[in-house]
């Protein structure tokens, strides 16, 4: 299996995160809504940390698939080892 648990789950974090973050980001200046809250506006906030959090994810998962590529391991290091 060449999927890594770490992309999807990044993807799923960096969309449920953009939509609460522009949620939170629309209805900001709603009073009403936050009420509940004591006027925190948790939408955009734990929007922006899911949003960071998937981030991470989907970079990570990303560059370990690049690394554990089994042609050409590690690109930085082709003048370290002898040519067959």
Do not use: C
Request: a positive charge.
């Amino acid at each position: 299996m060449g999927l890594d648990i770490r992309i999807p789950l990044g993807l799923i974090f960096l969309i449920t995160g953009g939509i609460m973050s522009i949620y939170g980001f629309v209805t900001r200046n709603s009073a009403e809504i936050y009420e509940k809250s004591m006027g925190i506006n948790l939408n955009l906030t734990w929007g922006g940390l899911m949003f960071i959090f998937g981030l991470i994810m989907f970079v990570v998962g990303r560059r370990q698939k690049w690394q554990d590529d089994p042609i050409d391991p590690r690109p930085w290091e082709k003048g370290d080892r002898p040519l067959p």
